[in-house]
């Protein structure tokens, strides 16, 4: 188990760049199953989950050839139709490759599929759409996929599911006829997934919108893609150089993801600018005060589908409610379980109230002060990391590899702008 051991009150400032987008990139290394020409993908981020899916990969017979962040797959090899059960319990996208897999070999069988405990993550959107394609799937101890003939549909999804679109959709590019997908999500990442397709070959209409209109064609070819930045990724730094009172540059920053952002971080006194077409300034001396809304009401963020504000972003905000002026309501709509990080943040000394699993009230500013935590997930790891920084003394943050899951070496890339971090294995 890891450790990251941090000592509160240093100021961050410098430049950073976001690595590629992690929801992105899992996606796409799924997609390199549907041909057996090489597809080249840039930017891919050195995370646990990148790591993981690639294993699954070579594992099926996908040959694997990395340098750097540049990552070339060729499928033409793939032997087995069964993925490996212990890597599966591993990342949650291993479920990725059920649309692909099937699509392109015909079948495949999934196991259970582990991830971040944030509450319940159905799969159902998934099966009943891949079904109205051609797909079915038998459950069990496993999930096995397989299909004989594979039609284009009109698929109505129960949910906008980001994962459950983006495994449709893979299976629809070499499905005959025409697919149309409704109440689609339109994530960045799930736009920079279709925009992949399309250059493999694929004929996607509709990038952008909840409805995809899919071309179905007997082939895919190989390509080269460089995937888009992690604007999750860029706010984490944002959020962490506002908190220490930093001067921070965000280098190559996608634009239309930080209006999102911009939107809702604005509410809790947040600045920045623009200096360049993907250049973000983000000055020092900002006084975090929350705008309350019209008739003095208490202000609320809450989440949802795309272009809501990210349920990812949610402990993020959280904790730099707690250095804010005023009070706010946070209502995380998607996942049961993610709001239960804030009991570490009260022991720092945060004044929050858990109304119920999904809506935490925050009064600020308060003084947190370091302790001893625990990681619960990715996300609420990267908040506590945030609450850490700003914090008086010393925070010690365990099951920290739950964060690495999601960002790339981050005591390096903290260390460099001016915190003083360490990581214990």
């Avoid at 947190?368 to 010393?394: F, N, Q, W, Y």
């Amino acid at each position: 188990m890891a450790r990251i051991i941090i000592q509160g009150g240093r100021r961050l400032s410098g430049d950073f760049t976001p690595r590629g987008n992690k929801n992105g990139a899992l996606p796409m290394l799924a997609a390199c199953v549907l041909t057996d020409e090489p597809v080249c993908l840039q930017n891919v981020p050195l995370i646990d989950d990148v790591c993981s899916m690639l294993e699954l990969l070579a594992d099926l017979g996908v040959a694997v050839d990395q340098h750097g962040h540049t990552v070339t797959l060729c499928a033409k090899g793939i032997r087995k139709r069964r993925l490996n059960p212990e890597l599966c319990r591993k990342v949650r996208t291993s479920i990725l490759l059920a649309g692909p897999m099937t699509a392109r070999h015909g079948k495949v069988t999934i196991y259970p599929p582990g991830g971040d405990v944030i509450g319940r993550r159905r799969l159902d959107t998934h099966f009943d759409g891949l079904d109205q394609l051609g797909i079915r799937c038998r459950g069990g101890n496993s999930h096995q996929f397989s299909r004989q003939t594979l039609r284009g549909a009109r698929v109505l999804l129960d949910e906008a599911s980001v994962t459950a679109t983006e495994n449709i959709l893979m299976a629809a590019v070499l499905a005959e006829g025409e697919t149309s997908i409704y109440n689609a999500a339109c994530e960045p990442h799930v736009q920079d997934l279709c925009h992949l397709l399309n250059k493999m070959g694929a004929g996607i209409r509709g990038i952008g919108t909840n409805l995809l209109r899919v071309r179905g064609v007997a082939t895919l070819h190989g390509t080269r893609h460089r995937i888009a930045p992690d604007y999750i990724n860029a706010a984490s730094y944002l959020a962490a150089a506002v908190l220490t009172d930093g001067h921070l540059t965000l280098n190559n920053c996608p634009r239309e993801p930080f209006e999102i952002v911009q939107r809702h971080f604005s509410k809790m006194g947040v600045k920045f600018q623009w200096t360049g077409n993907d250049t973000l300034d983000v000055p020092s001396g900002q006084r975090l005060v929350i705008h309350n809304d019209f008739g003095a009401a208490i202000p609320k963020i809450e989440d949802g589908i795309w272009p809501a504000f990210p349920s990812d972003l949610m402990s993020v905000a959280i904790v730099l409610a707690t250095q804010a002026r005023g009070t706010m309501l946070f209502f995380e709509k998607l996942f049961e379980s993610r709001m239960y990080f804030v009991d570490r943040l009260i022991a720092m000394g945060a004044r929050i109230v858990q109304c119920d699993p999904h809506r935490v009230m925050v009064s600020g500013p308060a003084r947190l002060h370091g302790t001893h935590l625990a990681s619960p997930d990715i996300r609420a790891g990267m908040a506590l990391v945030l609450a850490a920084l700003c914090a008086k003394g010393e925070s010690i943050i365990d099951n920290a590899q739950m964060i690495d899951r999601g960002y790339e070496e981050v005591e390096r890339d903290l260390r460099r702008l001016g915190a003083e971090i360490e990581r214990q294995p």
